[in-house]
């Protein structure tokens, strides 16, 4: 058997069913499959390839991002999927952990818990302090959820909700962006902005859902998926920023990182990379390359 077609075929049985020899591995499903290639394998650290297998750490909140499907144990969504199609490309397989929080992801990655980690992780100069990054989604749309009821105005500015209540996710971008927009309220000489913080996406969207807070403020492509499911909420805001990509992080000077970029570089040529953002209709989300830590902030 040529050695790609080997090294899919075993890449290929490790996202498809519950990962092998794991403690705590979650199994999860793709959408998308690619090949091997063997150049690219190359680049896998020997650690790594004496294990045997790459251990990703993701906190499953809402699709289309990262979720568990209907079985409640098996994982899908476009950050499985990107994950799994790069280490089919570089011929190892993925296991996946439930990190069980957003904020428990730097932690378990500076620990050496996780070798990488996707949970809609914005690469920020903070954070590039702590871990490393590889960039693979466009993050600059951004979006507010409320309930049709409420018959909240669209708006594109938080300028136009001084004054009012809104969540977002604890140790997200979205609350530090919150916070500098009740300060912009404050010096224009409005009320601030009133900031829930909720353990996560799902806890912040079912609290609009139940009348806690009007507005909940996180990634558009989860918040209109929301929306699309429960008739009863609709997306009110649509803010643009310029927030650096959606990224694979890793362990500070991580060797894994030149193989991970590399092969997400090659999924963007062959095409893969876009059928996943597709399927999950967030293609306007693509990037033209794979960017490393600082290549972002240039």
Known sequence: MKFAQRLTLLALAAVMTPAFAAENAVPSESSVHVEADQALHKLLPADILKRGYIVAGTNPNTPPTTFFKEDNKTLAGREIDVMNAVGERLGIAVQWRDTGGFDNIIPGLKTGRYDVALSNINATQARLKQVDFVGYYDASRLGVIAQKAANIPAFTSFDAI?????????????????????????????????????????????????????????????????????????????????????????????????????????????????????????????????????????
């Open 162 to 298: 001084c004054g009012q209540q809104i969540g977002a996710g604890a140790g997200t971008t979205q609350v530090t962006r919150l916070e500098d927009a009740s300060k912009a309220c404050e010096a224009a000489g409005k009320k601030p902005l009133n900031i829930a913080v909720f353990p996560d996406r799902p806890a912040g969207v079912q609290a609009v859902v139940s009348g806690r807070v009007p507005m909940f403020f996180g990634p558009i492509e989860g918040l209109a998926w929301q929306a699309n499911l429960v008739k009863s909420l609709t997306v009110v805001g649509e803010i643009h920023v310029d927030d650096k990509p959606v990224s694979v992080a890793f362990p500070k000077d991580s060797p894994l990182e030149p193989a991970v970029q590399a092969a997400l570089n090659s999924l963007i040529k062959d095409g893969s990379y876009q059928k996943i953002l597709d399927h999950w209709n967030i293609g306007f989300g693509a990037l033209k390359s794979a960017p490393r830590n600082e290549e972002m902030f240039r």
